[in-house]
């Protein structure tokens, strides 16, 4: 991995905050990592890490050369339309917005735009994440092979079809908050917090929790991965309307 290469976040939320933290773990550097966000409300705990913020979207895709967007899905429309003049055929976008399909991020995006649409989960903070990745059609393996060596060590990376990722939605990036054992142990959080901070109002884990809150735990964890994982196939649906909009 290039050392000088740099790193944006579009969205300063707690997803954005695992993949920093678990970068930084490996070989990244604070200097090369900035953070957008329209409020300053969760940019502080990236400003202890050493990291650079900003409330400029458009100056983070300027200084970057591979942009994450940690938006949530609604927001995804929007923010790609202001950003999208400033995209290049150096950048790689990677989308972590639950529902929101490649065919969405391409057509909102640039033509030929290298889209990687990823899957991580809170879990990357203590370098126990699972992330799945799906490349776009016009990112190449050598584009794949970049976020995996970036996002080693924020755990388990894998790349897989799109077709897989509203499942892992559901499976591992809302199941944080169904349990998660060295998360709880090394946070020293309570386990009430930890849910809360997975639990997107509206989104994929809510609605596997009150799945689960429903019936028994057995049948019902069954259950709840199935709920997060139509919620997320939901997310998608809507976001897509709204670029057409």
């Not at 966000?37 to 990291?51: I, M, T």
Request: charged content about 15%; aromatic content about 4%; overall charge neutral.
């Amino acid at each position: 991995m290039d050392s000088q290469l740099k790193i944006g976040f579009v969205g300063a939320g707690n997803m954005a905050f695992g993949i920093t933290k678990g970068m930084l773990s490996g070989n990244v550097l604070p200097s090369n990592i900035k953070v957008s966000a329209p409020s300053s409300r969760n940019l502080g705990r990236f400003q202890e890490l050493g990291v650079a913020v900003t409330h400029s979207n458009t100056e983070v895709v300027c200084d970057s050369d591979l942009v994450f967007i940690t938006v949530k899905p609604h927001l995804v429309p929007p923010v790609l339309s202001q950003i999208s003049p400033h995209i290049t055929d150096r950048h790689v976008v990677v989308s972590v917005a639950a529902g929101v399909t490649i065919a969405t991020l391409e057509e909102l995006l640039p033509e030929n735009s290298i889209v990687i649409r990823l899957m991580p989960n809170l879990p990357c903070v203590v370098q126990e994440g699972a992330l799945l990745f799906a490349r776009g059609s016009h990112a190449k393996p050598d584009d794949g092979a970049l976020l995996r060596s970036l996002l080693h060590c924020c755990g388990l990376v894998e790349e897989g079809p799109e077709a897989w990722i509203d499942i892992h939605t559901g499976l591992s990036g809302s199941g944080v908050a169904f349990g998660a054992g060295r998360l709880l142990r090394d946070s020293g959080r309570h386990p009430a917090q930890l849910r809360s901070e997975v639990c997107t109002p509206g989104g994929t884990t809510i609605y596997g929790l009150h799945t689960l809150e429903q019936g028994g735990v057995r049948a019902s964890t069954m259950s709840a991965v199935e709920a997060a994982t139509e919620r997320a196939r939901e997310l998608g649906r809507l976001s897509a309307a709204g670029s057409t909009k």
